[in-house]
């Protein structure tokens, strides 16, 4: 549904403007249901590594992430920016690994192969039907 509908704001509006207001939306409808733990927070207790860790998350992180996910939706449609969206998994199983020392059990290595199998299956399947002449 949310990249459905970022469809059709991509084509009244750049992948930046439709980046700035869902992070500004979505910030909006979070704060709320985060004002009493927010408040709870020892704000000024938090050392500069915690902040530039917020910051990095907060406005590098997640703002390239919906750029390039907007960008992709606008060049490559929603159906196909959707399906790529399963290897974030990997990716995270990837980084808790190489950064974290976190172990990569079998179980893990088989959901692995099944997501890449998956995205593999759907590319396969999204040229088959390509390729496929036009009824008339």
Known sequence: VYTVGSRALLARMTPVVV??????????????????????????????????????SSFLSLN????????????????????????????????????LNEPVSGSKLAGAGAILGGVALTRAMARARADQPAEE
């Open 64 to 99: 390239a992430a919906y750029l390039i996910w907007y960008t992709s939706v606008l060049r490559m449609g929603n159906v196909r920016t959707s399906a790529w969206s399963n290897l974030i998994p990997l990716v995270a199983l990837a980084t808790a690994a190489l950064f």
């Open 19 to 56: 980046t700035g207001l869902t992070m500004t939306l979505g910030t909006v409808m979070y704060v709320p249901l985060a004002a009493a733990d927010m408040a709870r927070t020892p704000w000024l207790d938090l050392g500069p590594h915690v902040w530039a860790a917020m910051a990095y």
